[in-house]
């Protein structure tokens, strides 16, 4: 099953004497995006899931995988929580959104979404890593992968086991001048993975009368702590009614700005990981 050619870094493999990593021969998935973050609770699957919707809209073949098995919200946040995936001889076929996203997820293989997953630290690892192997994700122009928060076990996985072309970074501002989003970053890097830059999420409220923007959290030396872990903000994304209601079988991004902001950082995505 392992193969370069079908790999979506075969232009700027960097491990390529030491590489493990196994590909399906029936898919063939151009990018691979990750997007992770150093804790829990700063947003990461929201921002997974505005992203896929993004590129959907561009009219690139989209999928998101749920890489947070422990705590799986993506067939929710998609509005796909009611689906199941179908298993065949040659492998798992994903779910898809009412736009054509496909979608992957153990809540799409479990019978009950609310029983908790009491699995060991392998039996994670092996999971995730099926998702690449076992999934038919077919032609895909971008694959999302809402990595689980932190450094540990599975995102370990998730990097050896995947060939992803870069990683956005999620934080929010009173957690983005610290140790946190720097051991993330240092994790991607030591592991050979590109970091594409940072989101800045719920960064801020915008007054409904003046809209003016109110940071509610301190984010004091932002651009010294960038400038000095070599990162770029790709984007600040505020707390927003449309991102809070993104799960809602009708919702939609009204808001003209957040559209704007949404659509500079996945340009800025596209950018990068295509610069070959």
Aim: hydrophobic share 40%.
């Amino acid at each position: 099953m392992s193969s370069c050619e079908n790999c979506p870094r075969k232009n700027d493999c960097k491990t390529k004497e030491s590489c493990g990593i196994e590909n399906n021969p029936y898919n063939n998935v151009k990018k691979v995006v990750g997007v992770m973050s150093g804790k829990g609770g700063v947003g990461k699957s929201t921002i997974s899931v505005l992203l896929a919707k993004s590129l959907q809209k561009k009219g690139y073949k989209v999928g998101v995988m749920d890489a947070d098995i422990t705590g799986p919200s993506i067939p929710r946040l998609l509005n796909v929580k009611d689906k199941k995936a179908q298993k065949s001889e040659l492998g798992i076929t994903p779910v898809e959104d009412k736009n054509g996203i496909k979608v992957m997820s153990l809540n799409l293989l479990l019978q009950d979404e609310q029983q908790p997953v009491i699995w060991r630290g392998p039996l994670i690892a092996g999971m995730v890593k099926s998702f690449w192997t076992d999934v038919l994700w077919g032609e895909l122009d971008y694959l999302i992968i809402d990595m689980p928060p932190g450094t540990g076990d599975v995102a370990l996985t998730v990097m050896q086991s995947i060939p992803i072309n870069g990683i956005v970074i999620v934080s929010v501002p009173q957690d983005l001048v610290s140790m946190i989003v720097a051991k993330a970053v240092n994790m991607a890097r030591k592991l050979k993975i590109d970091v594409i830059g940072v989101v800045e999420n719920m960064s801020y409220v915008l007054c409904p009368d003046c809209k003016k923007k109110i940071q509610i959290f301190n984010s004091e030396n932002t651009e010294g702590f960038l400038k000095e872990m070599d990162l770029k903000l790709l984007g600040e994304l505020p707390m927003s009614r449309d991102i809070a209601n993104l799960s809602r079988e009708d919702a939609v991004v009204e808001d003209k700005a957040l559209q704007e902001t949404l659509e500079r950082i996945t340009e800025k995505i596209i950018l990068f990981v295509n610069h070959d």
